[in-house]
């Protein structure tokens, strides 16, 4: 036994001294656990239901929403002919960037992990080195915008 005077190993009780578990308290907890599972089981499928309803009638509005919209849209004559063209977007490329062009320039003759390092450290995309026409991604323009104003050369007297 230990300090509290539990058994250490086993319950210690021999088991035919024990009386019987009375079957009608056991019936008694389990017929109770029974029926608050399924007033908790109703309730959740009554909410669930009611939701289902709420969320069907928003999209039969809205299907009749989209139905005279439609009817309005095809009611307009000559509508079925009408073409948009639509212009390619041609985004700037790595090399048209000055600052990328200056580090594209300086690492001929550098190891390419000195140049990877040290674009790494200038908060710039390693992996552009590979492919030197790739467009620009979209937070460099940004970016080098705001380096360039915020350079010495742009603090003129």
Known sequence: MDEDGLPLMGSGIDLTKVPAIQQKRTVAFLNQFVVHTVQFLNRFSTVCEEKLADLSLRIQQIETT?????????????L???????????????????????TL?????????????????????????????????????????????????????
Do not use: C, Y
């Open 66 to 78: 989209l139905n005279i919209l439609d009817a309005k849209l095809s009611s307009i004559p000559g």
């Open 80 to 102: 079925d002919d009408v073409t948009f063209e639509v212009s390619p977007i041609t985004a700037p490329s790595i090399t048209s960037e000055p600052h990328n062009n200056t």
């Open 105 to 157: 320039e300086q690492s001929q003759g550098v190891p390419v992990m000195a140049i990877r390092n040290k674009m790494i450290s200038e908060g710039l995309d390693p992996d552009l080195l590979e492919k030197p026409d790739a467009p620009v991604p979209d937070g460099e323009i940004e970016k080098n915008a705001e380096e360039s104003s915020d350079s010495e050369s742009s603090f003129s007297d």
